[in-house]
């Protein structure tokens, strides 16, 4: 299964040095996701299992006032039985969203997603705004979907050290 880590430069930098990812939350194309979702092929759940973690990655960027403001995301792929699906029908929690349950080695990780060095301002004002606008704020809501509306690179597996350096 292919999941999608949400992650920041400085956890990029500690898991590198580990070897690994720890387990824990991450985004994928769940059959919740599938079912939400109602049409679309596994190339557009994939993108918004990337774009789901990708606004989790806001959320650690809000927690850590010291990292680089860039949204993150390590793309692995992981045994089955190693990302439990956590959303469902009746259920609060998002469609993508997955527990890991094991540590994801760093030979998983296919690819990593990361804004560009210019939109560190919008990150940084989506990064504040993410917690008023999940609270149900729209004018903090519209600054998240700045943010959000901007591409992220995409760096493959081999370059996660030179992205950690340069960011």
């Known amino acids: 299964m292919r999941v999608?880590?949400?992650a920041t430069l400085p956890l990029l930098a500690a898991w590198l040095e580990a070897g690994?990812?720890?387990p824990g939350r991450a985004r994928a194309a769940t059959p919740a996701l599938r079912e939400w979702y109602v049409e679309g092929?596994?190339?557009e759940l994939e993108f918004s299992a990337l774009l789901d973690a990708a606004t989790d990655s806001l959320a650690l960027l809000a927690e850590d006032a010291a990292a680089p403001r860039r949204r993150l995301v390590l793309a692995a792929?992981?045994?089955d039985g190693d990302a439990r699906a956590l959303g469902g029908p009746g259920d609060d929690e998002p469609p993508s969203a997955?527990?890991?349950g094991a540590p994801v080695p760093?030979?998983?990780v296919v690819s990593a997603h990361c804004d560009e060095a210019a939109a560190e301002e919008a990150v940084r004002a989506a990064a504040e705004a993410l917690p008023?606008?999940?609270a149900g704020d729209e004018d903090a809501a519209f600054v998240v979907d700045?943010?959000?509306d901007g591409d992220l690179l995409w760096y493959d597996a081999a370059e996660l050290r030179d992205l950690v350096a340069g960011g």
């Open 77 to 79: 792929d992981v045994p």
């Open 132 to 134: 008023a606008a999940r």
């Open 20 to 22: 690994e990812v720890p």
């Open 4 to 6: 999608y880590v949400p």
């Open 41 to 43: 092929d596994d190339e």
């Open 146 to 148: 700045g943010a959000e």
């Open 106 to 108: 760093l030979r998983a």
């Open 98 to 100: 997955v527990a890991l």
